[in-house]
């Protein structure tokens, strides 16, 4: 999803990051509401209580979003997912301190061979460009926000459905539901109406088909996670997310052609294997509490 979003963003110059978001977004509502209709998916009803309840959790979200379209319109795939690791550290102070979660020693030497990472690949980075590097950061505090909250408010959310449940369905058409009028009050606010108005990618069918193939594709990596950690559980699914970065940062350079040094991508290879090792820090951490 983050090399199809930085081909749109980067590759067609396309300059309304927060507009393809709500495309994407209302492309997963009209799918999984036809599902729903089919009777393929089962999926809540929108009530007011439960609007109210997950409101604050989907404005997180959408910042999370928009702030992720940001970043990728500077930033070159590899360093994304180096990163996006920080969001680790800040999740895992986040438990410390509001979950008085204690973290293993090698959890929290994972968490600093991240900063390392990152702090180095940022330095080493020939692409550098501090507005790309201020969006992720605050992409990092967002998503890692997202993560804590997103907690408490399932089991608020759980007290005020008719069945007691949220499926995962329902999770994103809520999120995605929510997301959109507040998605188009933003690009009113960020003025992409009027760059709307003058591009002119808006009349090139390749464009749409490209922006439509993203939402289903986004559609279809939330299924297909939320299905996989089901089937496997938290660890797998962590510790396959930080192998996958590899291939993807590997294809980020070679397709976006980025130019780089030997001390950058020692910098990204040096954070990819922090990802892993904090995967198995976890998977560890978890073994000894069970």
């Given amino acids: 999803m983050i090399l199809v979003n930085k081909f749109v963003l980067s ?27 089919l009777g393929v998916i089962s999926t809540e009803p929108l009530t007011w209580r439960l609007i109210k309840v997950w409101l604050p959790v989907n404005v997180i979200f959408v910042g999370m979003l928009i702030t992720s379209m940001f970043s990728l319109k500077y930033i070159n795939v590899a360093m994304v997912t180096v990163l996006k690791n920080v969001t680790n550290v800040i999740t895992a102070v986040g438990e410390m301190y509001l979950f008085n979660k204690r973290h293993d020693n090698r959890v929290w030497a994972a968490l600093f061979l991240m900063i390392i990472s990152a702090i180095s690949g940022g330095i080493t980075d020939l692409s550098f460009h501090a507005v790309g590097y201020a969006w992720q950061i605050i992409n990092c505090f967002l998503t890692a926000s997202y993560s804590l909250t997103l907690r408490r408010v399932m089991d608020t959310a759980k007290q005020v459905t008719k069945s007691g449940n949220l499926n995962e369905f329902s999770m994103v058409l809520l999120n995605n539901s929510l997301s959109l009028p507040l998605g188009v009050l933003l690009v009113i606010v960020f003025n992409e109406v009027d760059y709307l108005s003058r591009t002119p990618l808006l009349r090139l ?22 299905w996989f950690l089901h089937q496997t559980g938290a660890t797998t699914y962590s510790l396959v997310g930080s192998l996958n970065k590899i291939p993807l940062s ?22 990819l294997l922090a990802g892993v090792f904090f995967a198995r820090a976890k998977m560890w951490e978890r073994s000894q509490s069970g």
């Avoid at 067609?12 to 977004?25: C, E, K, P, R, T």
């Avoid at 993203?214 to 996670?225: C, K």
């Avoid at 052609?257 to 290879?269: D, Q, R, Y």
Wanted: glycine content about 8%.
């Fill in 11 to 37: 590759g067609y110059n396309f300059d309304a990051g927060i507009s393809l978001m709500v495309y994407q977004n209302f492309i997963s509502v009209v799918t999984v509401t036809i599902l729903s209709f």
């Fill in 205 to 226: 069918p390749s464009f749409w088909l490209v922006m439509t193939l993203s939402g289903f594709l986004g559609l279809a990596i939330s299924f297909t996670s939320m």
């Fill in 250 to 271: 590997v294809a980020g350079i070679l397709l976006f052609k980025v130019p780089t040094s030997l001390e950058n991508s020692a910098s990204i290879f040096f954070g």
